[in-house]
C-alpha cells in the first residue's frame, strides 16, 4: 500500500501515523511548510519522499502523484484547501482527517499561511467528496453529520500516544500536600483557546501545586504568581518528567472556541494518560464524556471547583484505572483500523475499475 500524506506541514499526528505505519504501508508526504524534521528534529526517515507542493498546489499535484504512485492521498486539515485541490486535480481515492472544523472556529487556524477564500465551501466540498472521513472524536463526526453528507467510510481516530515514547509505568508518588498538577503543550495570549493565564492564575489562588512545560517559550506565563513555568523540552524528555505529578491539565479557555473545544480530544490527554496521569479538564464536552466512560479523570464545571474536587478525589483508584488502559490509549494499539481504512477505500477503487473492465 502507497499512502501520499498531503498537508500544509505535518503536524505531530503525522508523526504519529507515520510510526504506527511503519510496515504496513509506504509513504510519501507533499507539504509547503517544513518538514518533520525541521519542525520536532525527526521523523522524515519514516518517508520514503517529500515533495514541495510550491504556491500551487494543485498545479503540483499531478506530477507529485505520477512519482510517488499512491493507492490513496491522506489528506489532513485544516486548512481544507489542499484536500479540495486533490479531489480537482487528480483520480486518486482521498481521505480527509478532519482535526477540527473551520465552522466552529472564531480564531484562525495558526500555521504560518494566509485563509483560504470561501473557507466554508471548502469544509463541505472536503468532507462530501472525500472518499473517507476520518475525525478526533464522535463528537466532531456529530458536527459534520449535522452540516453534510458523510461519506460511506467514517473512522474516529483520536490523538494517541506513541507507546514506543511512553516512559515505563511508575506507581503514584507519595507526598504530604496537594496534589501536584502539570500542564505541558501550547500556550498563547490571544484570547483562543490556549490563552490560559486566568485559568492558571485561578488554580494557583486555590493554593495548588502547577507546574507548566510551555511547548514554546511564553514570557507573559512567567509573571503569573503561584505557578512554576520551566524552559521548553524535547518531547523525550518532557515524557520522562511527567509521571511526577498527580494530575494532567486539560482545561482550555472556552471564550471564542467553545463549540470547537467541545470536538477535541488533544494530543496532551492520551500523553498524560500513557504517563500514568488521571486527567483534569473543564465543561469541554468530548473531554468530558471520555473521562466519564473511560473513569480516568475530573470534569469540573468551573475551575473554582478544583481544591473541592480534589479533596474528594479516589487518586489511587484513578491512578489504578489508567495504568490499567495505559496500552489502549496508543497509536500501536489503534493504527491497524487505519491500515483498515486504507484496504477499504484501495480496495473499492479497483473494485469498481474492475467492474468497469467487465462491462
Known sequence: MRVLFLQQQPCVRALKYAVGLAGEATLGFAYRGRTLSELYGAGDELFEAWYPLGDDPEAALPDIVQAFGPDVIH???????????????????????????????????????????????????????SAALVTVSPELVAELGARYRLPRHVVVYANYALARDLPPARPAPVRDGPPRIVYQGTLSTNGGHYDLRALFAAIAAQGLSLDVYPAREAPAYRAIEGITVHDTLPAAELLQRLPEYDFGWAGFNAGLNGAHLDTALPNKLYEYLGCGLPVITLGHRALRRMLREEGVGIALASVGELAEALAGADAAGLRERVAAGRERYTVEHEIERIAALYRDVAGAVELAGSAGSAD
Request: glycine residues 2%.
Open 75 to 129: 489528506s489532513h486539515n485544516l486548512p481544507d484547501a489542499l484536500t479540495v485541490a486533490a479531489l480537482d486535480a487528480v483520480q486518486v481515492p482521498v481521505i480527509h482527517d478532519v482535526h477540527d472544523m473551520q465552522s466552529l472556529r472564531r480564531t484562525p487556524y495558526e500555521d504560518g499561511f494566509p485563509e483560504p477564500q470561501d473557507p466554508l465551501a471548502l469544509e463541505r466540498r472536503a468532507v462530501e467528496e
